[in-house]
């Protein structure tokens, strides 16, 4: 009887076992590699170079850009194709003050056609870097220009036609941090690398050799299995017991973030395009595709050995590694700045943009873009108020659109008829739309030339969601 019941359960033991690794060796032959494998072989965060420029005086600055193609180690030991700016993946970060001349010479060195676009800066349509101004296999672009905008994180990233979302995808995305008199006096953390840290969050999947896995659904758009931060897959990061400002990117093609702290709450003190007026406290931070936001987390009030984790609704993003007390000479002013409203008033037109529909079906206003069209005209200097609704398209899946305007920075004035939300009262270049939503956004025209406007999810961009105005 006993014998019985122990070899029936030894038996019901070894085909669990057996089921285990069948189920298992089937896991491994299925393409793409699973998630969950890999997530305790983190590694430190890397931080982006800051980029030095080759020649430099009181007043201007020139900076060379190389675009390139290279190798990168993201999983076990597979080196898997990327691209980068002056390396392998990413690029570096370029500093800058306003009122600095700075003039860019990119050389584009991979044996296709890109285009650098200075995201969220304001310059004239012709050094703007979009899809007309192509740089061809081989050439040089030299765009200089003034710096002439408030202190802000702003990006930049390729714009050329049909293939904008796969370099992004392959790592074509860098930070520039414009700095101004106002950031240098606040004393707010402000060392690159010490307490003032990049965090350029994106999403990857992999094929079983190593290699990106582009997966284009043509719904949501491209959605990864991995959470990367600088190009590491969910690292980790060493911090002393001070306040530590980082500047987080959402460079993913298609996902929104949803950021929390596993304990405790921080202050967002910038939104795309500068300081906002106060610190604003929160526990919350949504950033979808595009979107920058400047944080401070003051780690003292954790312990030596905690670990805080950054998480994206229940996916990890990264960890912060609790050190020692230390000495932080920095503050968190109660005013970081003053913005100015754009004048209501000085409104010349009201222009309505209707997002619309999902993978093939996007459209903006109804059509796709067409680079022989512009779509709008606006005279130099107006002020116009943008009306932009995100309508459900046939699938009812996607959670909303982030729309970009080039060249200038807006302000919100209202989500739905109701106030925008606190961190959207500050300048802004990317907006999130909802389903279903309406945003008012004024905006004024201070340079000539065409710009693009667009959702930022770039397979959305790619299909057509996109379309150009021309300021004269
Ligand atoms: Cu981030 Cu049209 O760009
Ligand atoms: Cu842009
Ligand atoms: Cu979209």
Redesign the pocket.
């Known amino acids: 009887m006993q014998n019985r019941i122990l070899i029936r359960s030894a038996l019901a033991i070894v085909i669990i076992v057996l089921f285990y690794f069948a189920l298992n060796f089937y896991n491994t032959l299925n393409n793409p590699i699973n998630t969950n494998g890999n997530q305790s072989v983190n590694k430190p965060l890397p931080i982006p170079t800051l980029l030095e420029p080759f020649k430099t005086d009181e007043s201007s600055s020139d900076y060379d850009i190389k675009v390139q193609k290279g190798t990168t180690n993201f999983i076990g030991d597979m080196q898997t194709p990327t691209m980068g700016y002056n390396g392998s993946f990413l690029g570096p970060v370029i500093k800058v003050t306003r009122g600095q001349e700075i003039r860019m010479h990119v050389s584009n060195e991979l044996q296709v056609d890109t285009s650098v ?1 200075w ?1 969220g800066l304001e310059v004239e349509g012709s050094k703007d870097g ?1 899809p007309h101004q192509v740089i061809s296999a081989g050439s040089l672009w030299q765009p200089s220009f003034t710096i002439d905008q408030p202190a802000a994180t702003l ?1 930049f ?1 390729p ?1 050329v036609i049909g293939t904008t979302a796969t370099q992004v995808y392959y790592g074509l995305a860098g930070l520039i941090i414009v700095e101004d008199e106002n950031s240098k006096s606040l004393n707010l953390p402000d060392d690159y690398g010490v307490n003032d840290i990049p965090l350029i969050i994106q999403d990857r999947s992999f094929n079983r050799n190593g290699s990106f896995r582009y997966d284009n659904n043509m719904m949501d758009g491209v959605v990864g299995d991995y959470i990367m931060v600088n190009g590491a897959i969910t690292p980790y990061l060493d911090v002393k017991q001070t306040k530590m400002r980082f500047r987080i990117l959402n460079g993913a093609n298609a996902s929104n973030f949803n950021l929390r702290l596993s304990d405790g709450n921080f202050h967002q003190i910038a939104s795309d395009g500068g300081l906002l007026e106060k610190p604003l406290l929160t526990r919350t931070l949504f950033i979808s595709p ?1 979107e920058r936001a400047e944080i401070i987390i003051d780690f003292s009030k954790y312990k030596e050995g905690d670990k805080i984790r950054l998480v994206s609704d229940n996916d990890l993003v990264m960890t912060f590694n609790v050190g020692a007390e230390m000495i932080d000479n920095t503050v968190l002013p109660e005013v970081l700045t003053t913005i100015e409203k754009l004048d209501i008033n000085q409104v010349t037109a009201i222009k309505t943009i209707e997002l619309d529909g999902m993978g093939h079906m996007v459209t903006l206003n109804g059509r796709k873009f067409d680079i022989n069209r512009i779509d709008d005209n606006v005279s130099l200097g107006a002020t116009e108020i943008w009306e932009i609704s995100s309508t459900r398209g046939m699938m009812m899946s996607s959670p909303g659109h982030p729309f ?1 305007i ?1 060249g200038t920075q807006f302000q919100v004035l209202s989500r739905n008829g109701g106030e925008p939300r606190e961190n959207e009262k500050g300048w802004k270049d ?1 907006v999130f739309v909802r389903t279903g939503e309406t945003v008012r956004i004024i905006v004024q025209f201070k340079y000539k030339g065409i710009f ?1 406007y ?1 959702c ?1 999810i770039l397979e959305h ?1 790619e299909e057509g969601m996109m379309g150009q105005l021309e300021v004269e």
Do not use: A, L, Q, Y
């Open positions: 676009h995201h979009g990006w990233h714009h595009g970009h080039h990317t693009m667009h930022h961009e």
